[in-house]
């Protein structure tokens, strides 16, 4: 093997994976304007960039069974589109996370990935330690705490602080028709950099 192929080989296991999930039903929505400008900085970074849209997703509620706990499991006992999800989370050096504000919280999308999100540790020892997130969100009020904004960013913050992971940064802002987001030129200069972060190894 020459010092080329080596080294293409060591670049490629370098680059960082970052994996954005995208939790609003709408998949051009302003939560998903976001990620795709932190998506956009994480390439800059040479960052290697893949998209989930969990609508397009079956993806059942968890069922509090417990199956995913017991001795020599195998994993979640619902056998549906989550199972594609759990190798590409493990797989990931970084993950996005965008929602909208649906009833003061995060979108009911987003609540069941992480709800489903139990069993991952089925899957592989310690799969959350070492996980750079960055959260995006969007909401219609004008404030991030009447909104109810700031119930989902501390569901965020409780449980990866919980998990071990470190969330790198949180871009959100204030949003109602599908795109307004973007003409927000500030708020998509920081999310570009946020992904700019997310993707440092």
Do not use: H
């Not at 069993?119 to 004008?142: C, H, Q, V, W």
């Amino acid at each position: 093997m020459s010092f080329q192929e080596v080294r293409t080989l060591r670049d490629k296991a370098e680059t960082m994976k970052v994996l954005v999930i995208l939790g609003s039903p709408r998949k051009a929505g302003n939560s998903a304007a976001l990620a795709a400008r932190i998506a956009r900085g994480a390439e800059s970074a040479a960052a290697e960039v893949e998209t989930l849209f969990l609508q397009d997703l079956e993806i059942s509620p968890c069922r509090g069974c417990d199956t995913c706990k017991k001795p020599a499991s195998k994993g979640c006992a619902i056998k549906d589109d989550m199972q594609k999800i759990y190798p590409r989370l493990i797989r990931g050096d970084a993950w996005v996370i965008a929602s909208p504000v649906y009833w003061f919280t995060m979108s009911a999308q987003t609540k069941i990935f992480m709800d489903r999100c139990y069993a991952l540790p089925a899957y592989a020892e310690n799969p959350f330690a070492g996980k750079r997130i960055a959260i995006a969100m969007s909401y219609g009020d004008t404030d991030p705490v009447r909104s109810g904004c700031v119930n989902a960013i501390r569901t965020f913050q409780d449980a990866y602080r919980y998990t071990g992971s470190r969330i790198v940064g949180m871009v959100y802002g204030s949003a109602v028709k599908a795109g307004e987001i973007e003409k927000d030129e500030a708020l998509m200069r920081e999310a570009e950099e946020l992904g700019k972060r997310l993707a440092k190894l």
